[in-house]
DNA sequence: CAGCTTTGATTGACATACTTAACGCTGCTG
DNA sequence: CAGCAGCGTTAAGTATGTCAATCAAAGCTG
């Protein structure tokens, strides 16, 4: 059972499915009439509890008019498609406080000991498809 | 039982995996031990009695080096978006201004003034998600 | 010919995706 | 206060993806 790892990656694609709804100012019972998709279930894959099927991701997109390599990258395709080259430099020291060092929001996730990359990734994905809009 | 609508999607999908597995002369069990997934289920997806998962199809785009979004035009991704459009040139301006103040991801977002409201009251959303693991 | 290997296909058991019907909570309206 | 309406979440069930074991047929070796 090599269950488990992937989780942080689903938990990356539910944030950022959630993050969007809520932006488009929509509750799971509304996108869950628009994708035909049950609004609990919904609920489960924004909290990463379960890995949606290529037919419900092709649904959200289509709902929530997101660009579909964006909400593949997130799905798990970062291995192919976009190639943002995430320059990873090496490891952090794992500053125990974050108390003292930069202030914007880049460097204070990136400074967030309590995430794992994956996890970072996707808030800052997030967070640069804010500033685009 | 909805009988057959989408098998002819699934076995369009099906029948070019076969044809580009064939042409790479590889047997189902070679390909099955290079994207570790079973020789059975494989055979199962190429001829269209099943459609597989994002997993198994990015293990089976790697295997056969397949450009990836062809492989995911044949697994349905053909029709629905629509426009798109996609002006993703890329320039990331990246200029981060930084008011010197407080450092903690809840305080850096909060500060940020491009984001709206509603922006910030998503992004923390996914980030205190991401905490509550 | 028997025996070994490799091929693609099938079966039965299990894990995971997904649905429908509830639940508890918050905010309103009377 | 009761009562409704909306929200997100949970519970229990069904459908589908996936695997380990197995099969019959075809190609070799002796």
């Known amino acids: 059972m090599q269950g488990g790892g992937w989780s942080d990656q689903v938990n990356a694609l539910g944030g950022f499915i959630r993050a969007q709804r809520q932006m488009a ?13 049950s609004n609990a279930y919904l609920s489960q894959v924004e909290r990463g509890l ?6 419900v ?3 959200i997109a289509d709902a929530l008019q997101l660009n579909t390599e964006q909400l593949l990258q997130q799905a798990g395709w970062g291995g192919g498609v ?7 430099g090496g490891a ?5 406080e974050a108390s003292a060092g930069p202030c914007s929001v880049e460097e204070a996730v990136r400074a967030e000991t309590r ?3 994956e996890q970072k990734a ?8 804010f500033l685009e809009s």
Request: charged fraction near 20%; avoid cysteine; aromatic fraction near 2%.
């Open 92 to 96: 952090e020291p794992a500053a125990e």
């Open 57 to 59: 991701l092709h649904s």
């Open 82 to 88: 976009g190639a943002a080259a995430a320059a990873n």
């Open 50 to 55: 379960h890995q949606p099927s290529l037919k």
């Open 115 to 117: 995430l794992t990359e």
């Open 25 to 37: 100012k929509l509750s799971l019972r509304e996108m869950a009439s628009m994708t035909r998709v």
């Open 122 to 129: 996707a808030l800052l994905g997030v967070y640069r498809s």
